[in-house]
């Protein structure tokens, strides 16, 4: 297993596989494992029911009991449109189809839309967790715009059999205010219907974008995205893997002040290392007390079984709980996107990648 992983890895390897982490140590963690549930939700004010259903994420699939999910999203239907979406793979217009992959690939859940996992409850509900995603950017109206709506109701997810739900946040857009109070409200119902909740912490704002560099991908800015969202009660956070550094300071002029940071984010508590900045992505999730998933990205072709074992090595070892990819197993045939699945899968099974 750890053969394939470094060969994949190729030039990367011992970068990757070699670092420890200097900035935030894992001893500050609260590191996956098998009690994660009894070690870290126990002390929570969560139901008894959500505790249930949080074990029953954690306890299917080939990473069962280990304190590690791999989750198949398919919510780009509406997110990028379906042409987009499964003109690669028009077999998976079905939504059997998709619950069939999470399914064959060893996932913990399937998580789709009101639509998708309505329509095959009654047959798989009982056969994989089930999150439904229950806000999205709908993206039909001309112009496009970029705003997260609700798509349903927490009953409606609650009586198909979900044991979670999922929601998006546009932190930083000017709707990011509505939002946050929707899903807050959202998130606290679910709750108390005994479901779980995942967070899709995901930045939008063109102003994000300085001088030629994207900082919605930078770490500090998706860091305090996730404790935004930790701060509204989500049980597992989604968020894209960090490619850089220094949003804040980017952003922050004489003219335009923004935000508050602190030079020491930048010296000692990250360095330019991709563990080293997802590990502060973890810190901000309660120091790994809620777990941290980032996301698998686009589909590139002939390298996404390369960049998935990739992304989840950096999750690993920077403390994170876990992948959830999507375009990269569902837009190849069947078999296929369930090797790449069990890939990602094997890099968490593997005893010789650590925590960093």
């Given at each position: 297993?750890?053969?394939?992983?470094?060969?994949?890895?190729?030039?990367?390897?011992?970068?990757?596989?070699?670092?420890?982490?200097?900035?935030?140590s894992?001893?500050?963690?609260?590191?996956?494992?098998?009690d994660f549930i009894d070690r870290v939700w126990t002390l929570s004010d969560r139901k008894t029911l959500v505790l249930r259903n949080l074990q029953t994420l954690y306890g299917t699939g080939r990473l069962a009991n280990t304190g590690y999910m791999s989750i198949l999203p398919v919510d780009q239907g509406i997110e990028h449109s379906g042409g987009a979406s499964f003109a690669p793979n028009p077999a998976y217009f079905d939504p059997e189809n998709i619950v069939k992959l999470a399914i064959e690939g060893g996932c913990n859940a399937v998580a789709s839309t009101y639509g998708v996992l309505g329509a095959v409850a009654r047959k798989y509900a009982h056969k994989i967790p089930f999150v439904?995603?229950?806000?999205?950017?709908?993206?039909?109206?001309?112009?496009?715009?970029?705003?997260?709506?609700?798509?349903?109701?927490?009953?409606?997810?609650?009586?198909?059999?979900?044991?979670?739900?999922?929601?998006?946040?546009?932190?930083?857009?000017?709707?990011?205010?509505?939002?946050?109070?929707?899903i807050a409200e959202a998130f606290a119902m679910a709750h108390e219907l005994g479901m779980a909740t995942i967070l899709w912490c995901y930045l939008r704002n063109n102003a994000f974008k300085v001088g030629g560099v994207d900082y919605h991908l930078s770490?500090?800015?998706t860091g305090q995205a996730n404790h935004l969202g930790v701060t509204i009660q989500a049980d597992i956070i989604k968020q894209k893997l960090p490619e850089n550094n220094g949003g804040y300071n980017a952003l922050n002029t004489k003219e335009n002040p923004y935000g508050k940071t602190n030079k020491r984010l930048?010296?000692?508590?990250?360095?330019?290392?991709?563990?080293?900045?997802?590990?502060?992505?973890?810190?901000?999730?309660?120091?790994?007390?809620?777990?941290?998933i980032n996301s698998g990205g686009a589909s590139s072709g002939e390298s996404d079984l390369a960049e998935a074992v990739r992304t989840a090595v950096i999750n690993k070892r920077g403390g994170g709980s876990g992948l959830i990819s999507g375009r990269k197993a569902f837009q190849r045939p069947m078999k296929d996107g369930a090797a790449l699945l069990n890939a990602i899968q094997d890099v968490y099974l593997s005893e010789d990648i650590t925590v960093a």
């Amino acid at each position: 297993m750890i053969d394939q992983i470094v060969q994949l890895l190729g030039d990367d390897a011992t970068s990757l596989l070699e670092h420890t982490c200097q900035t935030i140590s894992k001893e500050h963690l609260q590191l996956p494992g098998p009690d994660f549930i009894d070690r870290v939700w126990t002390l929570s004010d969560r139901k008894t029911l959500v505790l249930r259903n949080l074990q029953t994420l954690y306890g299917t699939g080939r990473l069962a009991n280990t304190g590690y999910m791999s989750i198949l999203p398919v919510d780009q239907g509406i997110e990028h449109s379906g042409g987009a979406s499964f003109a690669p793979n028009p077999a998976y217009f079905d939504p059997e189809n998709i619950v069939k992959l999470a399914i064959e690939g060893g996932c913990n859940a399937v998580a789709s839309t009101y639509g998708v996992l309505g329509a095959v409850a009654r047959k798989y509900a009982h056969k994989i967790p089930f999150v439904v995603k229950i806000n999205h950017n709908e993206f039909l109206t001309y112009p496009n715009k970029y705003d997260q709506i609700l798509f349903g109701t927490l009953k409606e997810a609650h009586e198909m059999g979900a044991v979670a739900v999922g929601a998006t946040v546009y932190f930083g857009s000017a709707e990011s205010g509505r939002q946050i109070v929707e899903i807050a409200e959202a998130f606290a119902m679910a709750h108390e219907l005994g479901m779980a909740t995942i967070l899709w912490c995901y930045l939008r704002n063109n102003a994000f974008k300085v001088g030629g560099v994207d900082y919605h991908l930078s770490a500090d800015l998706t860091g305090q995205a996730n404790h935004l969202g930790v701060t509204i009660q989500a049980d597992i956070i989604k968020q894209k893997l960090p490619e850089n550094n220094g949003g804040y300071n980017a952003l922050n002029t004489k003219e335009n002040p923004y935000g508050k940071t602190n030079k020491r984010l930048y010296t000692e508590l990250t360095s330019d290392h991709p563990i080293d900045l997802v590990r502060y992505q973890v810190a901000n999730c309660y120091m790994g007390r809620v777990g941290l998933i980032n996301s698998g990205g686009a589909s590139s072709g002939e390298s996404d079984l390369a960049e998935a074992v990739r992304t989840a090595v950096i999750n690993k070892r920077g403390g994170g709980s876990g992948l959830i990819s999507g375009r990269k197993a569902f837009q190849r045939p069947m078999k296929d996107g369930a090797a790449l699945l069990n890939a990602i899968q094997d890099v968490y099974l593997s005893e010789d990648i650590t925590v960093a």
